[in-house]
Nanobody, 121 residues
């Protein structure tokens, strides 16, 4: 009953930019945290950038200064602007939202289906 729909992935040359979007929909009461994770081939999933409902932000060290996360609480949408992309940024990027659905008090994690980002050298 909750869906996270991602968009904006693709193929880009090193130094280029992409913007990912993730919209949460369904019987949502409130969203605490929204963020972007990625999993590169042969590596573990890692948090790239996250933002709380209050606006607290954290970034993976390797993307600081290049990626910017933002959030539109009214639209239940999170964005990440990715600039100066590097081949090592190549991965499947997943959106995550920690939220409470209507009629419950339980905070649960929901994930998007993932979007491929490929950076060519």
């Amino acid at each position: 009953q909750v869906q996270l729909v991602e968009s904006g992935g693709g193929l880009v040359q090193a130094g280029g930019s992409l913007r990912l979007s993730c919209a949460a929909s369904g019987n949502i009461f409130s969203i605490n945290f929204m963020g972007w994770y990625r999993r590169a081939p042969g590596k573990q999933r890692e948090l790239v950038a996250g933002i709380t409902v209050g606006g607290s932000i954290n970034y993976l060290d390797s993307v600081k200064g290049r990626f910017t996360i933002s959030r539109d609480n009214a639209k239940n949408t999170v964005y990440v602007q990715m600039n100066s992309l590097k081949p090592e940024d190549t991965a499947v990027y997943y959106c995550k939202a920690d939220l409470i659905t209507i009629g419950t008090t339980v905070l649960r994690a929901y994930w998007g289906q993932g979007t491929q980002v490929t950076v060519s050298s």
